[in-house]
């Protein structure tokens, strides 16, 4: 699916709040291969809060379109769809390597 199409969805949709269209938006243009902290795109989207960048993605309704596996902990990779260890992590993590993008701790 091209970018404009999956940008296009996220503009159209009822369901998101304003915060998370904006969150969402700005990960369209983290490249394949490439990671942000959850600091870092708080701060493109002019929030002071990892945590409810975090919280936006647990509920991306638009992934694997937005690639909220590329957002990062400062330190490790962080949590993934709601879960800090487990599967979900692993998922994280297998999808990171793929990309060879997987932060170093």
Do not use: W
Not at 28 to 53: F, H, I, M, N, W
């Amino acid at each position: 699916m091209g970018s404009h199409n999956i940008r296009q969805r996220i503009l159209d949709c009822a369901s998101i709040t304003e915060f998370q269209r904006k969150v969402y938006l700005a990960l369209l243009d983290v490249p394949s291969g490439k990671t942000v902290t959850y600091g870092e795109l708080a701060r493109l989207v002019g929030c002071r809060s990892a945590q409810a960048v975090g919280q936006a993605l647990r509920r991306n309704p638009f992934a694997p379109d937005v690639p909220c596996h590329r957002v990062v902990a400062k330190h490790g990779i962080g949590g993934f769809l709601g879960q800090s260890e487990g599967d979900m992590v692993d998922r994280k993590r297998k999808m990171l390597e793929d990309e060879d993008a997987l932060p170093k701790d």
